[in-house]
């Protein structure tokens, strides 16, 4: 089961995540309108990259933006989460000697402590964005079931993983768990909303543009608030 898991399954996994991601890009980009957006972006390409890019920094800085700074309880949650979200499948030991093994390279990786607190936060950030859909009549007025299944799919490699680490139960069960809702989550990806993945940076790019090319922005001071 781990052999296929790590080895066919693992390459659809990854194909169809990072097919399905170019795809929802190319698409994206290709739906972008000048008349209909009325942003001039290819006269204005040099200040609207910078725009952009503000906008992306701005939206990835913790209280880099008054939205940030507004919900501090939103803002911890979600970069305890994705800062985990990033880095532990990127640079976890296991992770690395399993793309050694299958792909012929590796990554730098992380020790084992650290990768054990980033994950006890990413768990830490879930558990937190789940208590604001609970808490905020705002927001669970918006809550479908569809929302709680998205939050349940991030979470459970990191759970899953942490108990296989831990060796609580069955840790061959745990294991397999893991890689299976690891995978899942691949998949996924490009058809829900986690292709904000990839296409949160679109959105804030063009976000960012509007604002430099034809809201003054590249006249404004760097504390300008995207």
Not at 9 to 17: A, R
Not at 46 to 67: D, N, Y
Not at 130 to 140: G, K, N, S, Y
Not at 189 to 218: C, E, W
């Amino acid at each position: 089961m781990i052999d296929f898991l790590t080895g066919p399954m693992l390459w659809i996994s990854l194909v169809v995540c990072f097919g399905g991601l170019l795809a929802r890009v190319v698409w994206y980009i290709r739906g972008l309108d000048w008349k209909l957006d009325r942003v001039a972006y290819r006269p204005h390409m040099s200040i609207g990259l910078r725009g952009a890019l503000r906008s992306v920094l701005c939206w990835i800085t913790p209280m880099g933006t008054h939205s940030w700074r507004q919900q501090p309880f939103m803002a911890a949650g979600f970069f305890l989460f994705h800062i985990g979200a990033v880095l532990v499948p990127l640079f976890l030991m296991g992770h690395n000697i399993i793309l050694e093994e299958r792909f012929g390279f590796s990554l730098p990786t992380l020790p084992w402590w650290l990768a054990d607190g980033l994950t006890v936060a990413a768990l830490a950030g879930a558990a937190m964005l789940a208590l604001r859909r609970i808490a905020l009549t705002e927001v669970r007025i918006l809550t479908s079931a569809y929302d709680w299944f998205i939050l349940a799919v991030s979470a459970a490699p990191f759970l899953t993983g942490f108990i296989a680490r831990l060796h609580v139960g069955d840790y061959q069960f745990w294991l397999v768990m893991h890689i299976i809702t690891g995978e899942l989550l691949l998949v996924l990806i490009p058809f829900t909303k986690l292709s904000h993945v990839a296409l949160f940076f679109m959105s804030r790019g063009q976000l960012g543009m509007d604002y430099n090319i034809k809201r003054g922005g590249m006249k404004r001071t760097a504390g300008f608030p995207w």
